[in-house]
């Protein structure tokens, strides 16, 4: 992630769980291949080309993978479907190697700022890029802790619940979805309205775990993990929506001209 193309481990002797981690490692990070080993050491080689992925749709698609995510962790616990619940816990393995991607593109581009050029993105840009993804990767977490809380499920929730449950999740993601939205087109106007809801239905949550809770008490600590975990998400919509605001002044840093917001932002 820090920019480095080759890995070299070494030790007198190189045991098989050992070997085991380091095989997990690199399939755990995108284009990082296992060249060369013997009994006392291993070669790993990064040949992913960096430039090849644009940061923009690398985003995009670590969105898209969280969406899917969120909505499927949400529908499993609604129905107790602890197979669909674990294949989501499965996917965020996927939306952490697309974040590692730009960690690593964020690093390197540290590292050499004649890489802007191919990057299309300033430094200060692509702090933000990676800040976004680091959100996104928090919000997959959420969905793995949704579908944990379904596994965990000894029956299914009433329809009621269900249903309620089903309608803050999609204020949650109609958050984020729009906050990306205002960030990937540096919308400051949506930025902000996306903002201006922080407040707004915070107490509709709050009344949604209690009476959910008192509609099946014995579900109620899967019901508040679950609630608690749509509230960060919205929380992390909010935090793209800053960027939003903020990325736009990176982008014309160089040029001394900056975007006039009409709100506040708490980054």
């Known amino acids: 992630i820090v920019g480095f193309d080759i890995i070299e481990i070494r030790g ?35 040949l992913v080309n960096v430039r090849a992925f644009p940061a923009e749709k690398t985003l995009r698609r670590i969105f898209d993978i969280t969406r899917a995510m969120v909505f499927d962790a949400v529908s499993a616990f609604s129905h107790h479907d602890q197979e669909l619940a674990r294949d989501v816990i499965e996917r965020d393995s996927d939306v952490d190697r697309l974040s590692l991607l730009i960690a690593r593109q964020f690093s390197l581009l540290l590292r050499d700022l004649m890489l802007e050029e191919d990057f299309g993105l300033s430094r200060l840009q692509f702090f933000h890029y990676n800040d976004v993804a680091h959100q996104l990767e928090r ?59 922080r407040a707004n239905e915070e107490r509709l949550f709050s009344i949604t775990r209690r009476t959910a809770s008192d509609k099946q008490p014995d579900a109620a600590a899967a019901i508040s993990i679950v609630m608690d975990s749509l509230v960060r998400i919205r929380e992390y919509g909010f935090n793209i929506a800053e960027n939003a605001l903020d990325a736009p002044a990176s982008t014309y840093s160089r040029t001394g001209v900056t975007p006039v917001s009409c709100g506040t932002s708490g980054a």
């Open 12 to 46: 007198e002797r190189i045991g098989p769980d050992q070997r085991r981690m380091v095989r997990e490692v690199a399939q755990a990070l995108v284009g990082l291949e296992i060249f060369d080993e013997s009994q006392s050491r291993v070669v790993l080689h990064a």
């Open 139 to 197: 919000v997959a977490d959420h969905a793995g802790k949704i579908s944990e809380a379904t596994i965990a499920l000894e029956a299914p929730i009433v329809a009621a619940v269900g249903h309620e449950i089903e309608a803050r999740a999609k204020t949650s993601m109609a958050i984020l979805e729009r906050a990306v939205t205002a960030f990937s087109g540096q919308d400051i106007e949506l930025a902000n309205q996306v903002l201006g809801e």
